[in-house]
């Protein structure tokens, strides 16, 4: 019985090459969270201002959109393993410049602002490239269990990650951990290194474009006709644009909680830590049928845990210690995480399955701008938020109104809830 709830393990055990890529990407997500902690520390070291930090979002949010966009369209007609290899190479000469910046005691906030643009603009083109390169290497029955141990990797990386960055920030400064994350970001090259060539399949339908803008339009033409793939991207916007915590957290390690850089770090890793639970008995998500209705409840269930957090930061001092407040908040945070393990596995299944081919890359390049994109725009609003209400009353009403949001569109698009795995439609 227990068994059945252990992650499936037939991917790893089954393909040498997603296996090598699984264990480059894990490698370099770690270094990638770590930069991500780091990076928000050291603006706020600098400007002590939460709207600062927030603003690190909008500064990933365009490159992540525009070269997101053209990415999915690179991969639909070019060499998938070719576009992810050349992207992956350009974010790990962007992780040798930030610790390159950190070494010459860089005290401006526009170098790291730079940074991460460009980081994000090679990152918005590797992931579907990615992403879409596992429905090629893979059976479709195996899709859910990889994207199971998918969303177990980069929770591992989220929960290690921050809290490498802590210690390493506590002990060695900015400058040791941007070293070590350009050390470990070389892991992905490698996986990608020794993959097989993987050319687009030939276009059958009249009039196939080329990679370009007409290509990325041809990608939102298809959305349109495709409303279950159109939900997975619109519920995950609702909640992140309405609760995203992040960008609260330098504020609530520094003042709120105490601590300083060490409880940043727990605060990332809490949500981490929720959703490697989560994946750890992630052995029967398989057999769910009604994907879609386990969608909107996990989001449901990641605005009850943010707004939880915010109580508990609210509590902070008041009725609760500092120490109380803080497992309060980890707590709520390891319930989010979880919530939004479970929707990212079936929100990542229902693409990969009811998407063709032809348009996979297109389609995940939507998909990485939603989940890479929706968090950075969620932070600089959270931040304007923050800056006038409070951390604490920020998360709160964040929370409300990502479950309000997500019960006004269970009631809108009830197609959704009636979405069938035995028979994946788009």
Known sequence: MLRSHLPDLTPLRENAAYRR????????NVGSQMAVVAIGLQVYDITGS???VGLVGLFALVPLVVMGLYGGSLSDHHDRRTVALVANAVAWVTSIACAAQAWLGNENVWVLYAIVAVWNGAFGVSSPARSSIYPRILPREQLPAANALGVFAMSTAMMVGPLLAGLLVDWGGFRTAYTVDALITMAALWGLWRLQ???PEAHTEAGATRAGFASVVDGFRFLRSAPNVRMTFVADIAAMLLAQPRVIFPAAGAVILGGGARTVGYLYAASAVGAVLATLVSGRLGSVRR??????????????????LGVALLGAGEWLTREQALWGALVAMAFAGASDAVSAVFRTTILQSAAPDRMRGRLQGVFIV????????????GGVVAERIGEGWM????????IVAIGALSLRHRHFLRYDARHPTP
Request: hydrophobic residues 50%; aromatic residues 8%; glycine residues 22%.
């Open 21 to 28: 890529l699984y264990a480059g990407f894990t490698l370099s």
């Open 50 to 52: 939460t709207a600062s």
């Open 197 to 199: 060539s993987l050319p």
């Open 291 to 308: 994907q879609g209705v386990a969608i909107m409840v996990s989001i449901v269930g990641w605005g009850v845990g943010i707004s939880g």
């Open 370 to 381: 939603v989940v890479a994109g929706g968090p950075r725009l969620g932070e600089m609003l």
């Open 395 to 402: 998360a709160v009403w964040g929370g409300v109104a990502c």
